[in-house]
Structures are given as C-alpha cells and as structure tokens.
C-alpha cells in the first residue's frame, strides 16, 4: 500500500507562484511514474504534468513552458513548480504515484489564483 500526502497549494495573485510537493510513503520504493491532475469546480480532472521514474517528462498544453515537474526517488517525491499563474489555473491539484497496474492518489490541495 502507497499513501501520498501532498502540500503548497494557496491562494497567489495572476503572475505569482507555487510549488506543490507530493510525498510517497509505505511501499514506496517501486514506484513509478508520478505526477499531477487538477480539477476544477464541475470540470472533469485532466493531466497537468508526470514524470517516470527516470526523469521523463509529459505536460499539458496549457502549462507547458509555465510548469516544471521534477521528483527526487530517494525520497520518493515528485514536486511540482508553477509559475506565471492564471486564475484558470485554479483547481484542486491531485498526485498520483502509479505502481505496476496499481495508480494511488492523494488527497488533493487547493490552488487559487485571484485576478
């Protein structure tokens, strides 16, 4: 069983930042690919970022060049960088850990960009 516990989401002003973290804990040590979802209020939750275990990245559209996801497998944590952030941007951020046909989820963390 993998638990993830993520952290750094608020409320930031459009052009600000923030940087997400998502820890693994329990049987963490095969974990492979990680990365982000958000969900928007009455929006389906889509791909933001993910990463492979060996630094592989994958970016949506709307955030690339804006995002930078990055992990460190010692600590079995993937971060998540934002930068010049929109209101659209605004969502419930959730991490993801996948392990064989296994996929674990946090319990999300807010994000609020105000105009």
């Known amino acids: 069983q993998v638990q993830l516990m993520e952290s750094g989401g608020g409320l930031v002003q459009a052009g600000g930042s923030l940087r997400l973290s998502c820890a693994a804990s329990g049987s963490s040590s095969s974990i492979g690919t990680m990365g982000w979802y958000r969900q928007g209020s009455g929006k389906q939750r889509d791909l933001v970022a993910e990463?492979?275990?060996?630094?592989?990245?994958n970016y949506a559209v709307s955030v690339k060049g804006r995002f930078t996801i990055s992990r460190d497998n010692a600590k079995s944590t993937v971060y998540l960088e934002m930068n010049s952030l929109k209101p659209e941007d605004t969502s419930v951020y959730y991490c993801?850990?996948?392990?064989?046909?296994?996929?674990?989820w946090g319990q999300g963390t807010q994000v609020t960009v105000s105009s």
């Open positions: 990463i492979t275990s060996g630094g592989s990245t």
């Open positions: 993801y850990g996948s392990m064989g046909w296994r996929t674990y």
